[in-house]
């Protein structure tokens, strides 16, 4: 079966035919190309498949009349005129393209311009409904629900539909029938029939097994029960067999149970030929029952070829995904891309209202921003792992690492069962401070938050004097709020018993955002009222100096001449 055609086409790219706008290219993480052909043009199209071009618009329409080919390969083409004034989305609109062009706008302060029928009569695009398939959608049919016709869901397996696909129903008249199934025949139930990914497909295979035996076995499997392979959740075996080469050649996601895990399921065709090489008597059923959660059932028993033997079970409720991802200190262009993926795949953004701000031009219309006030964690915390477990996709924000006093513990304490947990790493505070300022955290350093909210004080305290006689390198968050107005300053005179006054330290408050500020003063004269809830205070160690107006903490080496040593 042919799984995934591996597009050849790379990232994204920014091409001018003049000058390229400065720092555009950074800021997306892409290539750069000025001063293009028109022959370069129709390149960077051909080979890209996000593309920025800086052009008048005529130009870019003959290029892509050359180039475009299908609405499902083709890329996502931002065009902006040579006065940086619009950045409109020319092609691949629902392939990242409206997200493109509203990215592109934020950072070059343009207008983004988005004229898809869903757009503007802000309905949904079937063609992009998270969590399930559509494959082709007639344009007629997108037609009469831009045109306020209704939208009720057909469900002739019971599927526990989450939100996201809920929210495709809707009133009006004439309402189309859409049928929500992995079962081919189902089509005939209604105008038109979208796959989720209900399927777990068992797989139990020898040491010699080839992955076109695998293939072939499921796809024949799949055709003969009349299952869509567009259904395929995952693929789920023997734990000994994960790192199989058969099994990993399928390129699909695969999970793996022990033999005991698998032989406490009841499966309809157990085997002691089985049980007596690998220590269960079902590989194939038993694994794609246990992937497939609770209420799970056997769609298609155990199947053999050669070598392979091939199950089918069908979930009750969908895998919900739950990201906790770290958004790094502010500025979008200190978003991993992995970061930006899981906030792209999410049907629901879960946070403090300060930080979904920050993603604002990267959220698409059809997500749902759950946003919070300060505090609430638990709350935070719960919603997330609610909307998780009822089959979403939920990416929980935090500001910089989501794991430096912030949620990702919290998420921890408190999982479901059957969900799968992404742990998205940021950029935290204390480094993109002491990069803006050079590398003071070059050497060993500690973290301590100044806040005994959750951490009685006295911990605090003995952690701050523990670091400070060690020679640490110390970071200081949460150092000071309209209430907690005491701990930096006590904090302060615990390190001066062990360092200099002339000691360097870094204040840096708002780093990546707005009205970011950074100063480097000492120990002796830090001014404690410049300090608020968005600073973050590092305090260098005994070997922290400047050079050439940087702040650095050596890592031992020789330092070079010239080099004003530490005090
Ligand atoms: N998870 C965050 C930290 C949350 S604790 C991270 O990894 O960065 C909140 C504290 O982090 C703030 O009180 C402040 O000390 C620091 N902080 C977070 N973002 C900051 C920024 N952009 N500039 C300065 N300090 C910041």
New binding site residues.
């Given amino acids: 079966m042919a799984i995934m055609a591996l597009s050849r086409r790379t990232e994204g790219i920014v091409v001018a035919l003049g000058l390229p706008p400065t720092g555009l290219a950074d800021k997306l993480g892409f290539r750069q190309h000025g001063f293009a052909s028109f022959a370069d043009l129709t390149e960077a199209l051909r080979d890209h498949n996000q593309v920025v071009v800086v052009a008048a618009y005529p130009i870019v329409v003959r290029a892509l009349a050359t180039t475009l080919s299908s609405k499902d390969t083709d890329p996502a083409v931002v065009a902006i005129d040579e006065g940086m004034r619009f950045a409109t989305v020319l092609a691949g609109a629902h392939h990242g393209g409206e997200q493109l062009a509203r990215l592109v706008a934020h950072h070059l302060g343009a207008t983004a311009v988005i004229t898809t029928a869903s757009s503007i009569y802000d309905t949904v695009a079937l063609d992009q409904t998270p969590r399930v398939h559509f494959g082709h959608v007639p344009a007629g049919l997108q037609a009469r629900i831009n045109h306020g016709d209704g939208l009720v869901l057909v469900n002739p397996t019971d599927l526990f539909l989450p939100d996201a696909i809920l929210a495709l129903a809707h009133e009006g008249n004439n309402p189309l029938k859409v049928v929500i199934s992995d079962r081919m025949r189902d089509e005939s139930l209604g105008d038109l029939r979208a796959t989720a990914p209900t399927l777990t497909v068992g797989v139990g295979c020898s040491s010699d097994a080839t992955v076109t035996e695998i293939d072939e076995l499921i796809e024949t499997t799949l055709q003969n029960a009349g299952l869509d392979p567009y259904a395929i959740d995952r693929v789920a075996t023997i734990d000994r067999r994960l790192n199989h080469p058969a099994l990993l050649g399928l390129h699909r996601e695969l999970i793996g149970f022990s033999a005991d895990q698998l032989d406490a399921v009841e499966t309809v065709h157990p085997s002691s030929v089985v049980y007596k090489s690998v220590g269960t008597h079902s590989v194939a059923e038993a694994a794609a029952l246990l992937a497939s959660g609770d209420g799970a059932s056997l769609v298609v028993e155990k199947v053999r070829a050669d070598r392979v033997t091939v199950a089918v079970a069908r979930r009750q409720r969908l895998r919900g995904s739950l990201s906790v991802v ?1 958004l790094g ?2 500025s979008l262009d200190l978003l991993t891309p992995r970061a930006l993926g899981a906030l792209r795949s999410a049907q629901f953004l879960v946070g403090f209202s300060r930080y979904l701000e920050l993603i604002e031009p990267i959220v698409e219309r059809a997500q749902v921003v759950r946003p919070y006030p300060i505090g609430q964690e638990i709350e935070r915390v719960g919603e997330a792992i609610a909307l998780a477990s009822r089959g979403n996709h939920v990416a929980l924000v ?5 794991a ?3 949620m990702a513990q919290l998420v921890i304490e408190r999982l479901a069962e059957d969900l799968t947990l992404h742990i998205i790493p ?1 950029v ?3 480094y ?2 002491s990069s803006k300022a050079g590398a003071i955290v070059g050497h060993d350093h500690a973290m301590i ?1 100044l806040s005994d909210l959750l951490t009685p004080w006295s911990a605090i305290e003995a952690r701050v004097e523990a670091a400070a006689k060690a020679d640490f390198v110390i970071a ?4 000071r709020s309209k209430q907690r107005t005491w701990q930096l300053e006590k904090a302060l005179s615990i390190i001066a018993q062990y360092r200099q006054q002339s000691t360097p330290v870094l204040v ?6 707005s009205g ?1 500020t950074l100063t480097v003063t000492s120990l002796a004269e830090i001014d404690l009222e410049t300090i608020d ?4 205070v590092i305090i260098g160690a005994t070997t922290t100096a400047t050079n050439h107006g940087y702040l650095y903490t050596p890592r031992g080496y020789q330092p070079t001449p010239g080099h004003q040593g530490a005090p």
């Fill in positions: 770290g200190p502010g935090t500001s910089g690492d989501p430096v006093y912030a940021g935290t505070a204390a993109a401070a938050s200081f968050y949460n150092p840096a408050t708002r780093v990546e955002r970011a809830m968005e600073t973050i």
